[in-house]
């Protein structure tokens, strides 16, 4: 049971928005900054935001972050083919003294 | 540009230990916060241990916590992750991954390695 809960798939046709969720408490989210990485498979995870809603410099604008609370989100608008892959959420937990991961939202394009 | 080489991962028994590498290029790992980050066959990813730039802190998960122990060489520019009492849920790809500041607690991973694969099992 990951500390950070996220839906384990989400889908979507091309050229849709897909959005996905990332629900933690007042340890971590609440009072830490969130990031978002993308994993394909075979492959080294990405950092796609940071810090809620920051993107780096590469990431395509269609991705974007945000939070409220101790909830973040992210959003896929204009989803494409090469997006099918596994997103995380992250956060600091100051009560376990660690990184915490959500389990990861399956991506796939209809 | 920032490379992270990690390997070492093999079969092992139960009980065993074994010490994983991560070679860091195109930057100076005492600048830096590290991390090593683990995902077992059909699974997320899961944090499991943190050194801060100056290795004087570490932090780990409580399902390694004195079992694993994360180290550096700044003279290799390498970091390693020894793994003791290994156990079957220890199976996964280990990832080492570089933080963007020297303190663990904030930022984010901003380069991974390619991952090496630890089995546990008879």
């Known amino acids: 049971q990951s500390v950070l809960t996220q839906p384990p798939s989400a889908s979507g046709t091309p050229g849709q928005r897909v959005t996905i969720s990332c629900s933690g408490s007042?340890?971590?989210?609440?009072?830490?900054?969130v990031n978002w990485y993308q994993h394909l498979p075979g492959t080294a995870p990405k950092v796609l935001i940071y810090s809620h809603d920051q993107r780096p410099s590469g990431v395509p604008d269609r991705f974007s972050g945000s939070k409220s609370g101790t909830s973040a989100s992210l959003a896929i608008s204009g989803l494409q083919s090469e997006d099918e892959a596994d997103y995380y959420c992250a956060a600091w937990d100051d009560s376990l003294n660690g990184w915490v991961f959500g389990g990861g939202t399956k991506v796939t394009v209809l | 540009e920032v490379q992270l080489l990690d390997s070492g991962g093999d079969l092992v028994q139960p009980g065993g230990s074994l010490r994983l590498s991560c070679v860091a290029s195109?930057?100076?790992?005492?600048?830096?916060?590290m991390t090593w980050v683990r995902q077992a066959p059909g699974k997320g990813l899961e944090w499991v241990s943190s050194?801060?730039?100056?290795?004087?802190?570490?932090y780990y998960a409580d399902s390694v916590k004195g079992r694993f122990t994360i180290s550096r060489d700044t003279s290799k520019n390498t970091l390693y992750l020894q793994m003791n009492r290994l156990r079957a849920e220890d199976t996964a790809v280990y990832y080492c991954?570089?933080?963007?500041?020297?303190?663990?607690?904030?930022?984010?991973?901003?380069?991974w390695g390619q991952g090496t694969l630890v089995t546990v099992s008879s």
């Open positions: 050194i801060n730039h100056s290795g004087g802190s570490t």
């Open positions: 195109g930057f100076t790992l005492s600048t830096y916060a």
């Open positions: 007042s340890s971590n989210i609440g009072i830490n900054t």
């Open positions: 991954a570089k933080g963007i500041f020297g303190v663990v607690q904030i930022g984010y991973f901003d380069s």
